[in-house]
């Protein structure tokens, strides 16, 4: 566990185009970088081009730093040396750890290997100073929820296809914009009117892909480009929040913070300030300096893993291009307080108020961080969609609670009360086995849930599935599939004995439903994340 003594770091970053060095200096909490961008002439981001540039500024970074910290601090300035070990692009990372061994071995000092992505979280938790919070990292190549359990970080919800601030890129490649283009959306969009374009959330999963070819196509359609990035960013940032609110409500947290390059972004702080806001729950972001990619934060991580013993031996300090957060043993972080959660009246949802009698009212409110608009459709949609869902799985034969009205201009549901309390509070293996075979059961009649957690499963002296708003039709077993893959996340992500859950439901699954929604969810589990 971490301990106060003060101590001094060089940190080195260079996954992707920022050849960076750092020192932090813990006694006065301040932190100097020196960064080299590699901006290139065309195109997006050359991997063998951005390894040139680290060859060329990786040393005169390091040196500067160097210089500044003799100056400030005396002759032999630090106690440790923390580079990023990954994830990111191997040539990179190779000169990374080829200069990181190179000063540690010059000063005698040791090595401390940092995850990039866990860099990306600490830094908004050591300066917001809060003990437990959700992470939204928004970056280039990245787009995923954190929260902390039992030692290490978890990863809620991520995208299923590519990194948001390479998703924003692609597109203006596309319309003839430098890289980043990230900023560059940003400042159209302020003189653009709002375009529909297609919204994809699945539990706590989301995914670009379909919106950035809507977007393309609008582009090549004659829509003034204003109007797409306005689209592109009302869409793509609502989506960001709404995952990050579902994770606050799912681990009980009141504490966000974001980081990343696309952090920098204006109207995602606005969004998720409100967001927060409406729901009473704390947000930090930290300074610009620190969400684009930055030694500082590798330093200042390295100070916690150093205090608490997690340094590297040179035989070991290989670099990993595709180093998950969830892989990192966390050493420097105090064990968590168990919350434990009150019988409550009134339960703010992820999406809705509801208020729990013999009756249960759901109102699915308005949403200040969304474009009018979007907030109406998505609204209106999803109280429409759980009326009828839940009323068809009932039909199914799956347990459900009854709709005693519905009034789609208050957006407004009233059920049937189900259950003594959620699956999340009394999480058996039985109980489980029977949500994968309802699964099996909707999915058969061609219903796809769309967030089945142990939040949204009541029991009682039957296993009720509530919360069917993000459901919809399909028979596609990719859908299907993409609801077992929310499951047996949401399991590991939330219980300590998640994964024996998880296989528990997948064997029931296997029991009842079809053995190609079980080969598609292995492929899904195979998807490199990290592209
Ligand atoms: C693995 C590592 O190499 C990678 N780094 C990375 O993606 O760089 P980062 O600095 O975190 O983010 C860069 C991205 O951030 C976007 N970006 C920068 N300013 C932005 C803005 N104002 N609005 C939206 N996106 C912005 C850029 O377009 C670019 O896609 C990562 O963290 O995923
Ligand atoms: N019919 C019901 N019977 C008993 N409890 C219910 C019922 N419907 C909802 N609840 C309780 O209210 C909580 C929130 O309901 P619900 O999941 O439908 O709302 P939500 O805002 O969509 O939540 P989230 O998106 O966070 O899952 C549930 O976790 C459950 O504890
Ligand atoms: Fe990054």
Same mark, same amino acid.
């Not at 296993?463 to 990719?478: K, M, T």
């Given at each position: 566990?971490?301990?106060?003594?003060?101590?001094?770091?060089l940190?080195?970053?260079?996954?992707?185009?920022?050849?960076?060095?750092?020192?932090?200096?813990?006694?006065?909490?301040?932190?100097?970088?020196?960064?080299?961008?590699?901006?290139?002439?065309?195109?997006?981001?050359?991997?063998?081009?951005?390894?040139?540039?680290?060859?060329?500024? &990786?040393?005169?970074?390091?040196?500067?730093?160097?210089?500044?910290?003799?100056?400030?601090?005396?002759?032999?300035?630090?106690?440790?040396?923390?580079?990023?070990?990954?994830?990111?692009?191997?040539?990179?990372?190779?000169?990374?750890?080829?200069?990181?061994?190179?000063?540690a071995?010059?000063?005698?000092?040791?090595?401390?290997?940092?995850?990039?992505?866990?860099?990306?979280?600490?830094?908004?938790?050591?300066?917001?100073?809060?003990?437990?919070?959700?992470c939204?990292?928004?970056?280039?190549?990245?787009?995923?929820?954190?929260?902390?359990?039992?030692?290490?970080?978890?990863?809620?919800?991520?995208?299923?296809?590519?990194?948001?601030?390479?998703?924003?890129?692609?597109?203006?490649?596309?319309v003839g914009?430098?890289?980043?283009g990230?900023?560059?959306?940003?400042?159209?969009?302020?003189?653009?009117?709002?375009?529909?374009?297609?919204?994809?959330?699945?539990?706590?999963?989301?995914?670009?892909?379909?919106?950035?070819?809507?977007?393309?196509q609008?582009?090549?359609?004659?829509?003034?480009?204003?109007?797409?990035?306005?689209?592109?960013?009302?869409?793509?940032f609502?989506?960001?929040?709404e995952?990050?609110?579902?994770?606050?409500a &799912?681990?009980?947290?009141?504490?966000?913070?974001?980081?990343?390059?696309?952090?920098?972004?204006?109207r995602?702080?606005?969004? &998720?300030?409100?967001?927060?806001?409406?729901?009473?729950?704390?947000?930090?972001?930290?300074?610009?300096?620190?969400l684009?990619?930055?030694?500082?934060?590798?330093?200042?991580l390295?100070?916690?893993?150093?205090?608490?013993?997690?340094?590297?031996?040179?035989?070991?300090?290989?670099?990993?291009?595709?180093?998950?957060?969830?892989?990192?043993?966390?050493?420097?972080?105090?064990?968590?307080?168990?919350?434990?959660?009150?019988?409550?009246?009134?339960?703010?949802?992820?999406?809705?108020?509801?208020?729990?009698?013999?009756?249960?009212?759901?109102h699915?409110?308005?949403?200040?961080?969304?474009?009018?608009?979007?907030?109406?459709?998505l609204?209106?949609e999803?109280?429409?969609?759980?009326?009828?869902?839940?009323?068809?799985?009932?039909?199914?034969?799956?347990?459900?609670?009854?709709?005693?009205?519905i009034d789609?201009s208050?957006?407004?549901?009233?059920?049937?009360?189900?259950?003594?309390?959620? &699956?999340?509070?009394?999480?058996?293996?039985?109980?489980?086995e029977?949500?994968?075979?309802?699964?099996?059961?909707?999915?058969?009649?061609?219903?796809?849930?769309?967030?089945?957690?142990?939040?949204?499963?009541?029991?009682?002296?039957?296993?009720?599935?509530?919360?069917?708003?993000?459901?919809?039709?399909?028979?596609?077993?990719?859908?299907?599939?993409?609801?077992?893959?929310?499951?047996?996340?949401?399991l590991?992500?939330?219980?300590?004995?998640?994964?024996?859950?998880g296989?528990?439901?997948?064997?029931?699954?296997?029991?009842?439903?079809?053995?190609?929604?079980?080969?598609?969810?292995?492929e899904?589990?195979?998807?490199?994340?990290?592209?």
């Amino acid at each position: 566990m971490e301990t106060d003594s003060d101590v001094r770091v060089l940190g080195i970053e260079g996954t992707a185009w920022a050849a960076s060095a750092a020192v932090y200096d813990s006694a006065s909490d301040s932190v100097e970088i020196e960064t080299e961008a590699y901006l290139p002439d065309s195109g997006g981001l050359h991997p063998r081009e951005a390894a040139e540039h680290m060859a060329d500024h &990786l040393p005169e970074v390091i040196e500067r730093i160097i210089e500044y910290a003799r100056e400030e601090y005396g002759p032999e300035p630090f106690d440790c040396v923390a580079f990023s070990r990954g994830p990111g692009l191997g040539p990179c990372l190779r000169l990374v750890g080829t200069s990181a061994r190179a000063v540690a071995q010059r000063f005698d000092l040791p090595l401390v290997g940092v995850n990039h992505m866990v860099a990306h979280l600490e830094i908004g938790r050591h300066f917001a100073g809060f003990d437990a919070p959700v992470c939204l990292n928004a970056s280039g190549a990245n787009a995923h929820l954190l929260g902390y359990r039992a030692g290490r970080y978890r990863v809620l919800g991520e995208t299923m296809d590519t990194g948001v601030g390479n998703a924003i890129d692609k597109f203006t490649r596309h319309v003839g914009w430098s890289h980043p283009g990230g900023p560059k959306v940003e400042e159209a969009a302020e003189d653009g009117e709002y375009v529909e374009l297609p919204y994809v959330v699945k539990g706590m999963d989301f995914s670009f892909s379909g919106i950035m070819s809507a977007a393309k196509q609008e582009y090549d359609d004659g829509t003034p480009v204003e109007d797409v990035c306005c689209g592109l960013q009302e869409t793509i940032f609502a989506m960001l929040t709404e995952v990050s609110e579902r994770a606050l409500a &799912l681990t009980g947290s009141e504490e966000l913070v974001l980081g990343g390059g696309v952090g920098q972004n204006e109207r995602l702080r606005e969004m &998720l300030t409100s967001m927060c806001e409406q729901r009473g729950a704390s947000f930090f972001v930290p300074e610009n300096r620190f969400l684009r990619d930055n030694a500082g934060m590798i330093a200042v991580l390295g100070a916690k893993m150093f205090r608490a013993g997690q340094t590297v031996p040179v035989a070991e300090s290989g670099i990993d291009s595709n180093f998950r957060p969830d892989e990192v043993e966390v050493t420097w972080r105090p064990p968590e307080a168990t919350v434990t959660r009150e019988r409550e009246e009134f339960v703010q949802g992820a999406e809705s108020a509801v208020t729990l009698g013999d009756s249960v009212e759901k109102h699915r409110h308005s949403r200040a961080y969304r474009h009018p608009e979007l907030d109406e459709r998505l609204r209106r949609e999803r109280t429409r969609q759980e009326a009828r869902l839940l009323h068809e799985a009932r039909r199914q034969g799956v347990s459900t609670p009854l709709v005693r009205d519905i009034d789609t201009s208050e957006m407004r549901l009233t059920l049937q009360h189900v259950g003594r309390c959620d &699956l999340q509070d009394d999480l058996t293996s039985e109980r489980v086995e029977t949500v994968a075979e309802q699964l099996a059961r909707l999915h058969e009649a061609g219903l796809v849930h769309g967030d089945p957690t142990p939040r949204n499963v009541r029991v009682g002296d039957r296993v009720s599935l509530i919360d069917f708003g993000l459901g919809y039709d399909s028979n596609d077993p990719e859908d299907h599939a993409m609801d077992l893959h929310v499951l047996l996340g949401s399991l590991e992500s939330t219980d300590g004995d998640g994964e024996r859950l998880g296989e528990a439901a997948v064997e029931a699954y296997r029991r009842v439903g079809d053995e190609a929604v079980l080969e598609q969810l292995r492929e899904i589990a195979g998807r490199g994340r990290y592209q």
